[in-house]
């Protein structure tokens, strides 16, 4: 997929770079660890240090140092899980800053706006997203107030584009066009809802495709609480209708696990804060499972966390270190084990990617082996 | 001067690893600093995770994936700063571990096994340190008994270096010589004390000199409380009689107008916890004096920290971003200011080096020029 600052090869896991940052990781890290894409937070830039500091500092590419592609949320998850500080209609969702509790109001053009001033290669549209167990007449009223949204998104997002406006949050110093703002070329993509009722999902599918033709489909409103069962079950109905050539990203999964049943199930695109907060707790991806580095049995290990891997972290230090880190509460050890988390699900993607190319029947072996290590491998 | 692990010109500012780690920073981070010897501290090192357990695997250098040289305070100053917790006697120090409360005892001899057992390329002799405001009679009593220590410690060092004994620490499987231990190149420096009575101060310069011919002198108990002028004074009644070819450390110093005064009075070695604690609390030295990046000041700024900078702060993030990093409470903010001061006081080192070899009527020119610039730029 080539989006207007790099290619992005899929299948493809996006570090969390929730405030512009991805936590206790530099740009140069994440290049090294082989990210190709960052994801970024529209609420939270929103409301600290706001879309037009971002704006007037370059933009979000420039004010974070990444030059490749980003990608950013929508801010519907975010408002949506401010549970009690929120009011929703059907012309956006007024709530509470958690940085300084005053009161916002985000609609689906100002989250278009939002992202335009930041500058995303891709913007997302602006969702009502349920909890995982919702029932079906709110996960019916979300999906048609989502499908609402996205056609609201999706004309503020074209008058941008086309130079019509330039944007609230742009600072353009009256020109047609935003001069501080990101290339035309930035895409946005719809999300599909529908919670865990799978007519829902078929629906919202079928409507968004009405909506307009879309560079790229988000299924969000996964990974929420309901039982693993139903994301696959979900990914598994939509797999053959959609379109083949569109990259397909599903919203904040996932674990290793996760990623190895998705991308059996049609998916190209992840993002998770998983492998960064996990990290900071001591907790790392290896080969033969999740390992917590904390642990006693570690002390004098000579060992790297994954004798397979090629990060900085595995090739430089051992377990015994990495202990002593976390136990002398050392900052280096929360990005050496962030580092490590994102470059083993980078090489997973690139895996999959080898192993997808065999068909179905070859992917379904490689990845009963890679389950059989990982489930099986020592857990200490 | 060259260590076993490397070659240090000199003045040099010696970055501080506390715990086997100068907090925030990875040896890369260091390396990319210009940082030629690090700092780590025997005390802490030796309560957690143990000598033992750093031996085990493979010694500091390799533990901490340093592979420059490397200088191990004695532990010292850290146990006379553990003020009610430890008692003092001629053969050593019984004191509790701030880790776990346990009671140890540390002697000059143990003090040297550990470091020998560490493998620092410059092993610090035990000594007794007094606050900067102890009196002649207490400053008198603490320099007999570092003297005495310092035999003992060299005696020690002796016999490690001659593989005599493997120590205590070493486990050598019952060689003659430590095999899992430094290169027996490691070299022990002394420790000036005498607190702030000048007279101490110059007999024990002549009392540490006949006790042994060493290839480094370190100057102690100074920054401790006492006004700065004493210090200058102590320096400029040593400085014309130490031996001119060897290195001088004055211990735990400093900020950069410490480093531009004492290289004027001789000092060629300097660490200090400074930079990466001032930066963990968003305080930057530049050309134009220290800044806070907190400030409200900040928030639009584009400019790097310091226009002067060449580290990957100054050439990747604006002032904005890193205001941004504070408020946001991001990992990242405290290791890219960490980064920048350390390698503000390493440029400062390499500028004071060139500045001194014009004499010193052009370095007291050209320091007078930097403080003037230090001392009047903004302070925002």
Redesign the interface.
Known sequence: MTLPHGEVQTPCFMPVGT???V??????DLRAAGASLVLANTYHLHV??GED?VG???GLH????WDRPLLTDSGGFQVFSLEGSRTVSDDGVEFQSHVDGSRRFLTPERAVDIQWALGADVAMAFDHVVPGGADLTSARDALERTLKWLERCARRHRELSDGRTGGQAVNNGGADRPTAGPPDRQTLWPILQGGAHQALRLEALDRVLAIGSWTGLAVGGLSVGEPKAVMYETLEQLEPRLPPAVPRYLMGVGFPEDLVAAVARGVDLFDCVAPTRNGRNGAAYTADGPLNIRNAAH??D?RPLDPTCDC?TCT???R??L???F??E???G???LSLHNVRYLIRLTAELRAAIQGGAGDYARWAAEWRRRYTQGETT
């Open positions: 405030q512009g940052t936590r206790a990781l530099s740009p140069n600290r240090p500091v007037r500092l370059g420039r004010f974070m140092g002390r004098d000579p900085e430089t230090f051992s015994g270190y202990r002593h880190l136990a002398a050392e900052l280096l929360l990005r050496l």
